[in-house]
């Protein structure tokens, strides 16, 4: 079964940090791209970040860059995104993602087939 374990959400104030984790099983880890959504409360989900299997490319939401970074460590078939300057407008459940297409190009472009349970994340202004 895929497995997608998130955690490191947290309250934190605004201009803080926070690091999100996705622990992932169930599948060859670096065959696909893998992300980060959010849904904030009475909004839409939106695509956050993601970094391709194929390359290591990453790819940011205008919202979330020079702010959030995405990395990976394929030994742990595990996903970081570090949130820093967060913001109230950040405040969303995050969820970890997978899309069977490792070779995105684009955050656009990202599909989601495989959700996580989801993290939630509050800042406070």
């Known amino acids: 079964d895929v497995q997608l374990q998130a955690s490191g959400g947290g309250l934190v104030r605004a201009g803080g940090s926070l690091r999100l984790s996705c622990a992932a099983s169930g599948f060859t880890f670096d065959d696909y791209a893998i992300g980060w959504f959010r849904q904030a409360p009475g909004k839409e989900r939106e695509g956050v970040s993601c970094i391709s299997s194929s390359d290591g490319s990453t790819y940011y939401a205008d919202s979330v860059k020079g702010r959030f970074t995405i990395s990976s460590d394929n030994a742990k078939n595990t996903v970081y995104l570090q949130m820093n300057s967060l913001k109230p407008e950040d405040t969303a459940v995050y969820y970890c993602?997978?899309?069977?297409?490792?070779?995105?190009?684009?955050?656009?472009?990202?599909?989601?087939?495989?959700w996580g349970q989801g993290t939630l994340v509050t800042v406070s202004s």
């Open positions: 993602v997978v899309d069977l297409d490792g070779t995105i190009d684009a955050m656009s472009a990202f599909v989601p087939l495989w």
